[in-house]
């Protein structure tokens, strides 16, 4: 990234004239939210490293302006038991921040084959300069009120109304997460299961494939979330959207890192004797919402 971008565990630089800079996030350790405009948005972010860990956070996390009323959001999730997972994902997030930064302004091609090209050229850096390494990426690409999704591995990319309607949600690249897609394993089940975190598409693998999603509309009060697997590995999908749906930004980021947490520091048995997760692991989070413009003079 150019030098005035910011980094580290929350920093926040917007140049002068009020335009937002890029902002990269990695190995924080902070136990906080921030909040960061976007034009045509805001967007409230956080990551936090797993409770007990001595090891650094390996989850990264992007907010880049794209040009006008567009932005890419990212979080990236290296794999533990590999080596140098928090290197596998900060250079995935860097990578794609350069060439978000090249087509910003250009149009809606032009960025979707920056961010295509981005996780192409991460995906060959992290074999060339950390062989052995991987991580996961989840990336939104928002222009105005459109969405695409992009991922490799089991981040998280959703869409949620106020209403709590479910609009857009990735499907985890793993046998587990194909197979609550296909209808044979519950959420529940797949929660508990003993190979929910084998992950079968990475970023630092020669087979990597980029799954693209559809164009989804942006209402003005919908929410989006891109999530590292330690929230949906210790919240049940419905209370992901009932803390994410409505409310405050900060606060929505807040209920969930602080539930989510709470289940990683202490199994609980939930109502009815149903089993509440419990997976600690390094947690981050981006939500958006769309903001609209104030009129002109």
């Known amino acids: 990234m150019e030098p005035g971008a910011a980094r580290g565990g929350g920093g926040l630089r917007v140049p002068e004239g009020g335009a937002p800079a890029a902002l990269l996030v990695e190995q924080a350790e902070a ?87 981005g996780i192409e050229e991460a995906n060959r850096r992290i074999l060339a300069e950390t062989p052995g390494a991987a991580t996961t990426l989840a990336v939104a690409e928002i222009q105005g009120d459109r969405l695409r999704s992009y991922q490799v591995g089991d981040s998280l990319v959703l869409v949620v109304g106020q209403r709590g309607r479910l609009k857009h949600q990735t499907v985890a690249h793993s046998p587990v ?49 891109l999530a590292s697997d330690g929230l949906a590995d210790n919240l049940y999908p419905e209370e992901i959207l009932a803390r994410a749906r409505a409310g405050p930004l900060e606060t929505c980021a807040r209920r969930l890192l602080d539930d989510a947490r709470a289940r990683m520091l202490q199994p609980l048995a939930g109502p009815e004797g149903r089993p509440l997760p419990s997976h600690p692991d390094d947690l981050s989070l981006i939500l958006f919402r769309r903001q609209p413009r104030a009129p002109g003079p």
Do not use: C, F
């Open 31 to 117: 136990a906080g939210v921030a909040l960061l405009p976007l034009d045509g948005g805001l967007a409230a972010y956080a990551s936090w490293r797993a409770p007990g860990k001595e090891g650094p956070n390996e989850d990264a996390l992007a907010l880049l302006p794209a040009g006008p009323g567009s932005a890419v959001l990212a979080v990236a999730d290296g794999l533990g038991g590999l080596p140098a997972g928090e290197a596998a994902a900060a250079l995935a997030v860097e990578t794609l921040a350069r060439a978000v930064e090249g087509a910003a302004g250009g149009g809606e091609a032009a960025l979707r084959e920056a961010i295509l090209d």
């Open 177 to 225: 997460g194909y197979a609550v897609e296909a209808g044979l394993l519950s959420e529940t089940q797949a929660l508990h299961h003993a190979q929910r975190n084998l992950v079968s598409n990475v970023v630092g693998s020669p087979e990597m494939s980029i799954d693209m999603g559809p164009v989804v509309r942006l209402a003005p009060r919908d929410t989006v979330l």
